[in-house]
């Protein structure tokens, strides 16, 4: 049973920066996508980034595209979220996700909730001043 552990979450000022971490256990990461979502009070959870098994492909919506950089380290089975330029808009509870990948579809990436099979408990960011 994979598991996921996010941290790095907290209050951070407008134009500041975090690293969120997505630690796994339970599995190799190497055959998994991830993807990081966020979900806002009162609001849907949404995609802000994928990153294919290799590491190979990435996607970013256009509201954190230049911002946000995934990538991934599957020697340490860890996954990092870096955030630049940070924004109120930008606050929520951020989550990684996994979803198990045939080597067929290793440089695929996937932005929508149901396309994930594990969760982590997610980790807050707060951005205001």
């Known amino acids: 049973q994979l598991q996921l552990v996010e941290s790095g979450g907290g209050l951070v000022q407008p134009g500041g920066s975090l690293r969120l971490s997505c630690v796994a256990s339970g599995g190799i990461l190497d055959y998994y996508t991830i993807g990081w979502f966020r979900q806002a009070p009162g609001k849907e959870r949404e995609g802000v980034s994928c990153i294919s098994r290799l590491g190979t492909t990435t996607n970013y919506p256009d509201s954190v595209k230049g911002r946000f950089t995934i990538a991934r380290d599957n020697d340490k089975n860890t996954v990092h979220l870096q955030m630049d330029s940070l924004k109120p808009e930008d606050t929520g509870r951020y989550y990684c996700?996994?979803?198990?990948?045939?080597?067929?579809?290793?440089?695929?990436?996937?932005?929508?909730?149901?396309?994930?099979?594990?969760w982590g408990q997610g980790t807050q960011i707060t951005v205001s001043s």
């Open positions: 996700a996994a979803r198990s990948t045939p080597f067929s579809s290793r440089y695929m990436c996937y932005n929508k909730t149901n396309d994930y099979d594990w």
